[in-house]
């Protein structure tokens, strides 16, 4: 017999006979349970890293409190409540220097 009709021969037919193998339903369960691993892995790390929203989410960010006391204190400022000195002694308590945009950092 020549080796193409060997070939031939042989692709009809496994060379495991008629069935597959013993092995291969425990193959399968544990590509199965590598695959449970990998995704219980994947929920774990994500729930790990502080369960917020994901990065790719958008939507307005929440305002700093620090922000909120600076615009009541320029309010008041603008209002006359209090003096000059005054605002620049409580814009310094806020680490504020007045008239630089800090929200931008």
């Known amino acids: 017999m020549n080796t193409a009709a060997h070939l031939t021969a ?4 496994p060379p495991w006979g008629d069935g597959p193998p013993p092995f291969a339903p425990l193959g399968a369960l544990m590509f199965c349970l590598l695959l449970i691993a990998a995704a219980t892995a ?14 790719w989410a ?9 922000h909120e006391a600076r615009r009541t204190l320029a309010d008041r400022f603008a209002r006359g409540d209090i003096t000059v000195e005054e605002f620049m002694e409580r814009a ?6 007045p008239g630089q945009d800090d929200t931008k950092k």
Do not use: D, K, Y
Request: glycine share 16%; no cysteine; aromatic share 6%.
């Open 92 to 97: 310094s308590a806020l680490n504020w220097t």
């Open 42 to 55: 994947a929920f774990l790390l994500i729930r790990r890293r502080g369960g917020g929203p994901p990065p």
């Open 10 to 13: 042989l692709a009809g037919h």
């Open 58 to 66: 958008t939507g307005p960010r929440p305002t700093p409190p620090e």
